[in-house]
């Protein structure tokens, strides 16, 4: 509703057509009306949406601080060689960065390809995770236009048949009902723009996480390999 709104808003600048003499309460409530039973399922859309982005900003803005701190621990140690002490560190959290982490390090005999198959595993079980709810707001985002459209649609066939009814085409009724249906269309591309805004911010902020948990894999690796060579 409120994206409905902000485009109405915007339309009432263009010269030539008059504000209404109401509130802006009333305006709302006029949409939420002559929107008819399509504001159900774009209301539903609207809760998922902010619900799932709640929900998940906090959940990447938690995961970001974790890795932060245990990568930052774990390098430290690592360039001490002191291995049994990060190992310690990644088992006592539950982090993405550690999990990856434990992984690798827990297959430190085992020889480099088995450290490496085992940090990608582990980076895909923990990639999977970070992105959980990102689907539904890709699916938000093309689902909300796609409900703002189809009310659209029935509302341009509503219209058509009260012109069929009136026998005759008037101005004020046609362009009253295009209007209207018009309102679905802009409360689901208001919807849509700010899911679709939201879900490419998560995507950088799981690119930026995975980027350094790689930097930090690397120079787990490395450590073993001087680790190794200094023991051969």
Not at 85 to 103: G, H, Q, T, V, Y
Request: aromatic share 6%; proline share 3%; with cysteine.
């Amino acid at each position: 509703m409120a994206g409905t709104m902000l485009i109405y808003s915007a339309l009432l600048q263009i010269p030539g057509m008059d504000s209404p003499d109401t509130t802006v309460g009333e305006q709302i409530q006029f949409a939420w009306d002559e929107m008819g039973f399509m504001r159900w399922p774009l209301v539903i859309c609207l809760g998922i949406g902010i619900l799932v982005i709640i929900w998940k900003f906090f959940d990447l803005l938690l995961q970001s601080m974790r890795t932060k701190s245990i990568l930052s621990g774990v390098n430290e140690l690592l360039s001490e060689h002191q291995v049994e002490e990060a190992m310690d560190i990644c088992r006592d959290s539950d982090s993405p960065a550690a999990n990856i982490l434990f992984a690798g390090l827990e297959r430190r005999s085992e020889g480099a390809d088995r450290v490496m198959k085992a940090i990608e595993n582990q980076g895909l079980l923990e990639l999977s995770r970070l992105e959980r709810g990102l689907v539904v707001l890709a699916t938000l985002t093309n689902i909300a236009p796609l409900l703002g459209f189809l009310g659209t649609v029935i509302g341009m066939i509503i219209a058509f048949q009260a012109i069929e009814v009136a026998g005759e085409v008037e101005a004020t009724l046609v362009a009253g009902g295009i209007k209207v249906a018009l309102l679905t269309t802009a409360t689901g591309l208001g919807i849509a723009i700010p899911v679709s805004i939201a879900h490419n911010y998560f995507v950088s902020t799981i690119d930026s996480l995975v980027i350094d948990m790689e930097e930090s894999a690397q120079k787990m690796m490395d450590t073993l390999h001087a680790i190794a060579a200094k023991q051969a």
